[in-house]
């Protein structure tokens, strides 16, 4: 083995939670990206232009705070193009140790449409995601792509990118997993009720009961 045994077991999770978003259909083709902190000087970053459903642990990229190149991955990869965000991410949280980007395309729909994200209608929302934020339109993969979640992940573990995609965070990958998984279950119940009538939000009273059992 080229590293340590904490580094491979970061990387076999990574590559687990690549194939789980895969096999939900939150990413498709070869979107979305994926990292770890694996110390204060590396981060463990999926590499451009692959898909997450295939990996392997020696197909990621470690990167410094810089965002520059430490170990490539098989092959001589490169870090995803969004590596910018992620750093963004880590710089704003020093609490977090993972970050999840995907496309998860039921989120996506609501922010096509222009809706809000519905933080109040299930409890395990509330309770886990909290409110989901928006930020402005940018252009996927670019520095402003980073300074558009800037202020949002500061206070959220989760920010919707109109037109695109979702990036959560956790202090481990399985936590930010959870998120983006119960923020895509929850944009397709939205979706649904909506269908059969109206999203109503949990009451007032309810929301309150929740937040002194959190
Ligand atoms: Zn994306």
Request: overall charge positive; glycine content about 10%; cysteine-free.
């Given at each position: 083995m080229r590293w340590g045994v904490r580094e491979q077991r970061l990387r076999e999770a990574l590559v687990e939670i690549g194939a789980r978003l895969y096999a939900r259909g939150?990413?498709?083709?070869n979107d979305g990206n994926l990292s770890v902190r694996v110390d204060a000087e590396r981060f463990l970053i999926t590499p451009r232009?692959?898909?997450?459903g295939h990996l392997r642990p020696e197909d990621l990229v470690v990167i410094d705070p810089e965002g520059r190149v430490v170990r490539p991955g098989r092959g001589g990869a490169m870090p995803s193009s969004e590596w910018p965000m992620h750093l963004e991410a880590y710089r704003q949280r020093p609490d977090i140790g993972a970050v999840l980007h995907a496309h998860p395309p039921f989120t996506v729909a609501l922010t096509v449409a222009g809706v809000t994200f519905p933080?109040?209608?299930l409890p395990e929302v509330v309770m886990t995601v909290g409110k989901v934020p928006t930020a402005r339109l940018a252009v996927p993969s670019s520095e402003d792509d980073a300074l558009a979640i800037r202020e949002w992940i500061r206070e959220h573990d989760a920010v919707l990118l109109p037109h695109h995609g979702v990036v959560t965070v956790g202090r481990t990958l399985e936590e930010a997993w959870v998120r983006m998984e119960r923020i895509e279950y929850a944009a397709k119940v939205y979706l649904l009720s909506r269908a059969l009538g109206e999203a109503r939000s949990l009451p007032p009273e309810f929301l309150k009961a929740l937040a002194s059992a959190g």
């Open positions: 939150l990413v498709s083709a232009g692959r898909s997450k933080s109040e209608i």
